[in-house]
């Protein structure tokens, strides 16, 4: 298929690298300003590499790759709140040009999800999000397997920054801060932590999750979000002691939708460490479902993303 990647941080730069290996065409990428566009296939390296030295992608405009020829837009632009511009902007050109759909970005499921929904249904083309949530976990995959009617509750650690912070404090008895500045260090935590830290980036994905197992509506506002960043190291201490440690858990079930810092077993299924994700389902037939893995980075989304792709071609 013909691919125009809107984005070109870690996620969409990935999906440019990868497209060809999964059989795909890259015929545009647009970053914030910028466009390059070839309706015959863009070269993946010369796109990247004009991307790292002069910080655009192309000489043509962002607008100019959004309006040319493609069957899939895959959206991996930054996730923005309330309105969710500009993606839920690109999400309606291309439903309203009967395009399909990949999202990585958040926002469109996240904040405007009955938008999405109508506009899907007016159009010929088709939305898949399988890399809002938990980067390479098939999470939607898992409940479209399951049955969206079997599956009871989800809940799980959704956020590797807040993961690793609670890890790091655990281990060496580390204050918040300085677990903080070590993720920081390290690339696992951004210059400024909020959206991650303070429950935001999982609250958006359950909130997500919601919306695809329950009749109402979600956005970020009507999750209960609580972050780690008031947790302190005799917290852990104490949890420790009764063979318990401290999580950032999301939870999703017919009480509501919330996020927050839970006591959970230290050698039970959900006290993963690291930047490890977990998601747990609990379904009516299978029991309780869990799959871990890689819930960010670059590679890890794009191959979720390659599997949005692959169902469109079904």
Request: hydrophobic share 40%.
């Amino acid at each position: 298929m013909k691919l125009a990647v809107v984005g070109a941080g870690a996620v969409g730069k990935a999906v440019v690298e990868l497209a060809e290996e999964y059989g795909h065409t890259v015929t545009a990428v647009a970053d914030s300003s910028t466009g390059a566009i070839d309706a015959n296939g863009l070269d993946s390296e010369t796109v990247l590499q004009r991307k790292r030295n002069d910080g655009v992608v192309g000489s043509a405009t962002a607008q100019e790759a959004l309006d040319s020829s493609y069957d899939v837009l895959v959206e991996a632009s930054p996730t923005t709140l309330d309105d969710a511009q500009p993606a839920f902007g690109h999400v309606q050109t291309a439903l309203d040009r009967d395009r399909d759909v990949v999202l990585a970005n958040k926002g469109p499921v996240a904040e405007r999800y009955a938008d999405v929904q109508a506009r899907e249904r007016e159009s010929e083309g088709r939305v898949r999000f399988e890399a809002t949530v938990a980067g390479a976990i098939p999470v939607f995959s898992t409940i479209d397997n399951v049955g969206a009617k079997q599956v009871t509750a989800v809940r799980g650690v959704l956020n590797g920054t807040a993961n690793f912070i609670l890890s790091r404090m655990t281990a060496e008895g580390l204050a918040y801060e300085h677990a903080l500045a070590e993720a920081q260090d390290i690339g696992v935590a951004e210059t400024d932590p909020t959206f991650d830290v303070e429950g935001t980036d999982a609250a958006l994905k359950c909130a997500i999750l919601g919306n695809v197992l329950m009749e109402t509506e979600f956005t970020l506002d009507d999750v209960s979000v609580t972050g780690i960043s008031e947790i302190p190291a005799s917290a852990l201490e104490l949890a420790q002691q009764d063979g318990s440690t401290i999580r950032l858990i999301g939870e999703v079930d017919d009480s509501g939708v919330r996020v927050g810092p839970r006591l959970v077993d230290e050698h039970g299924t959900l006290a993963v460490t690291g930047t490890q994700n977990i998601v747990q389902f609990e379904t009516t037939h299978a029991g309780t479902l869990n799959i871990s893995g890689r819930g960010a980075g670059g590679p890890e989304t794009a191959t979720a993303i390659m599997g949005d792709l692959r169902e469109l071609e079904n």
